[in-house]
C-alpha cells in the first residue's frame, strides 16, 4: 500500500511492519467485499477493463490466453487486486468528517465511471 522503506534498521521492526501492511491489505479487502455485498455497488470500470484484457491476452507462447475452467478462477478476484482507486477513496474518505451517505455516493461515482 505504497510503504517502500522500513520504519527502522532492525529485524523486529521489520517484521511488525510487514505485519502491519498484510493486516491493512486484507482489512481493505474485507471492507470492499463489505461495501459491495452491503450496498450492491462494484467497480463497473475495473470490470469493464478486464474483459478488454481477456481479447488480448497471450501466454507465454505467445497465443490467445485460454482462461481455466474451474470454480476458483470463475468466483474469485484475486485478492492482491485491489484498484489505485479504491484506495485512494479510501484514504481521502478515512480522514475527512463526512457523512458515510456522501463518502458513497463518491465511492459510486468513482466506480461508475
Not at 491493512?24 to 470500470?45: K, M, R, Y
Amino acid at each position: 500500500m505504497a510503504e517502500t522503506k522500513s520504519w527502522a534498521s532492525s529485524h523486529t521492526a521489520k517484521e511488525a511492519q510487514a505485519l502491519f501492511q498484510c493486516l491493512s491489505h486484507n482489512l481493505t479487502l474485507l471492507f470492499e467485499q463489505a461495501i459491495q455485498c452491503a450496498e450492491g455497488i462494484g467497480d463497473e470500470v475495473e470490470t469493464k477493463k478486464k474483459h478488454r484484457r481477456q481479447k488480448t491476452r497471450k501466454n507465454r507462447e505467445g497465443e490467445r490466453y485460454q482462461r481455466a475452467n474451474n470454480y476458483i478462477n470463475q468466483v474469485f478476484q484475486r485478492a492482491t487486486q485491489r484498484t489505485v482507486r479504491f484506495l485512494r477513496w479510501l484514504r481521502t474518505w478515512l480522514y475527512q468528517e463526512a457523512p458515510w451517505s456522501k463518502a458513497l455516493a463518491r465511492l459510486t461515482h468513482i466506480w461508475t465511471c
